[in-house]
């Protein structure tokens, strides 16, 4: 009896991949350590870099930083030769935009802005006589600013934001508030041009004081875009919004025949609680155009070809983007260095394919071949991984798994001060597609680092939806099993203030090493990880 007992726990244990530690993986995990952590980071999130944002010097620096290491490894360059996998990406910048008042001509970015990506290929034109003020543009129950009114070929003018009671007022408090208070205003312009609106101008008082940031941002330039048929198939069907957004003083210009002004409409429907909807005597004409600008990008590729005849043609990939979001032009420190987000994804990546090109020389490469892939245009929509999913290098099918580092070098909120503090990573993901990957990554854990594992992101009514959005989600669209590494939001997050001097490199090196032991079992195990769940979930 006992000995059937541990003949059948003995095969449970092979069945989850509950064994020994193996010595050869650990062997080569020991180049993953602080100190080559800090080697790369601080060049990757250096002032030199400049914030690493897509497009711009820095990116392309890193790119090449990147390239030089992947190659030092001897790593193969797989697209064809290279190890840059260029971007066919795009912006449509403003080439003009216009505003004339009573036949004065205003300034852009300081009297009006006009919004690149509310402006279709084709541009927008207006101009009129008179003007509709509309208030707060709310069309509801118990207030109406468009009650009895026909809006079809007029201008319409209303307050950017807010509304005729405190609570309409309220800023919205977190980030799923702000989502939907831009969702609400979307809603409200797209409406005015259904209803056939001839041009809409929000007057929005934060242009009165305009940061030299804020005007930066503004400048003419567009979202960043992939040039594919199906995107520029979209852009060419896609209704524009005719909206001028303007200051105060150039708002009260277009209401000064009137003798009324900005302040005094906003007491009245406060007072009142009634809309103040009526026609303004003004000429008005606007007018914006865009133009095509193409954008240097690319992602940085290297592959470690698999040991196995019949295996190697499994592809597993561990991505990491080295993107940020640049400059800044306020305060004293101008660069957002980005050293978590996500330097410290594509230091791990840079410190995983190290150790596995290092076993392969030694003659213990991995069955299966491993693809390293720095992205970039992560923070631009996940654009360089989106770029991979539709243009892959190695065909999809032959994927096994992505294992996705973005920010493992610090604390996140929930655990600082807590007693894992510098023992836990969020593992988001894992079991969306396969359920066997799950228990993979566990077994993995408890068998060499022993870390806690976080799971909070993985329910589906997160607020903050971090499973959509980081590269991952690119191949989990594909149906390809995914692990995402994250160590949490925190308060240096999308700052200047995330500095290499605030990385835990202990705990970088540690996280990395998870991620490179699950690695080195799924590239090595019998079979690739079992898709058997269906991911329903949508991102929205």
């Known amino acids: 009896m006992k000995k059937q007992f541990l003949y059948t726990s003995f095969a449970i244990l092979l069945a989850f991949g509950a064994?020994?530690?193996?010595?050869?993986?650990?062997?080569?995990?020991?180049?993953?350590?602080?100190?080559?952590?800090?080697?790369?980071?601080s060049v990757l999130a250096s002032d030199e870099y400049e914030g690493r944002e897509t497009g711009k010097k820095g990116a392309w620096m890193a790119a090449d930083y990147i390239k030089a290491q992947f190659k030092n490894l001897g790593l193969t360059p797989p697209v064809n030769g290279e190890y840059f996998q260029p971007i066919d990406m795009v912006t449509y910048n403003l080439s003009k935009s216009l505003l004339t008042i009573n036949g004065q001509p205003k300034e852009a970015l300081k009297d009006f802005v006009v919004q690149p990506n509310n402006v279709t290929?084709?541009?927008?034109?207006?101009?009129?006589?008179?003007?509709?003020?509309?208030?707060?543009?709310?069309t509801r129950s118990d207030y109406d600013d468009f009650a009895g009114q026909d809006v079809a070929g007029k201008v319409v003018m209303m307050f950017a934001s807010g509304g005729p009671t405190q609570k309409d007022a309220e800023a919205p408090k977190d980030r799923a508030g702000m989502i939907a208070a831009n969702t609400e205003r979307r809603s409200k312009l797209n409406s005015l041009m259904e209803r056939k609106a001839l041009g809409i101008i929000?007057?929005?008082?934060?242009?009165?004081?305009?940061?030299?940031?804020?005007?930066?941002?503004?400048?003419?330039n567009g979202q960043l875009t992939l040039k594919t048929v199906a995107n520029i198939a979209k852009m060419q069907t896609q209704k524009g919004l005719n909206v001028v957004s303007v200051n105060t003083a150039t708002a009260n210009e277009i209401l000064k025949a009137s003798g009324l002004t900005v302040e005094?409409?906003?007491?009245?429907?406060?007072?009142?609680?009634k809309p103040a909807t009526k026609l303004i005597k003004a000429s008005v004409s606007a007018s914006a155009l865009k133009q095509e600008v193409k954008v240097r990008a690319e992602n940085v590729l290297g592959f470690l070809e698999?040991?196995?005849p019949k295996l190697k043609q499994e592809i597993l990939v561990v991505t990491g983007h080295y993107d940020h979001i640049g400059l800044t032009t306020s305060g004293t420190d101008k660069v957002n260095n980005g050293a978590d987000d996500d330097g410290s994804g594509t230091t791990?990546?840079?410190?995983?394919a190290e150790a596995f090109s290092k076993a392969k020389k030694a003659g213990n490469g991995p069955k299966r071949s491993i693809l390293f892939m720095t992205v970039v245009g992560e923070e631009k929509g996940l654009l360089g991984s989106e770029w991979y999913s539709e243009h892959p290098v190695f065909p999809l099918e032959n994927t096994i798994a992505d294992l996705n580092t973005d920010m493992i070098g610090r604390t996140g909120f929930e655990h600082q001060g807590k007693a894992d503090s510098t023992?836990?990573?969020?593992?988001?993901?894992?079991?969306?597609?396969s359920s066997e990957l799950k228990k993979i990554s566990e077994t993995v854990n408890s068998t060499y680092t022993k870390m806690v594992l976080d799971y909070k992101y993985d329910d589906p009514n997160d607020t903050e939806r971090i499973y959509y959005r980081s590269d991952h989600y690119n191949f989990a669209k594909h149906?390809?099993?995914?692990?995402?590494?994250?160590?949490?939001?925190n308060q240096d997050y999308h700052k200047a203030s995330d500095e290499v001097s605030k990385i835990n490199f202990s705990l970088l090196a540690k996280r990395a090493q998870l991620t490179y032991y699950t690695a080195w079992e799924l590239a090595n195990r019998a079979k690739r990880p079992l898709v058997d769940k269906v991911d329903n979930s949508t991102n929205n």
Do not use: C, W
């Open 202 to 220: 929000l007057i929005d008082p934060s242009i009165d004081n305009m940061s030299d940031e804020a005007k930066l941002r503004l400048a003419g």
């Open 121 to 138: 290929l084709s541009g927008f034109s207006f101009n009129a006589n008179e003007v509709l003020f509309a208030g707060y543009g709310i």
């Open 479 to 489: 149906n390809i099993p995914i692990i995402f590494y994250f160590d949490g939001l």
């Open 19 to 41: 064994t020994a530690q193996n010595k050869t993986a650990i062997r080569f995990s020991q180049s993953i350590t602080k100190d080559n952590a800090y080697k790369h980071l």
């Open 423 to 433: 023992n836990y990573i969020y593992v988001i993901g894992s079991d969306k597609l």
């Open 306 to 308: 698999g040991s196995d």
């Open 264 to 273: 005094a409409l906003k007491q009245q429907i406060t007072a009142t609680t």
């Open 348 to 352: 791990g990546v840079l410190l995983i």
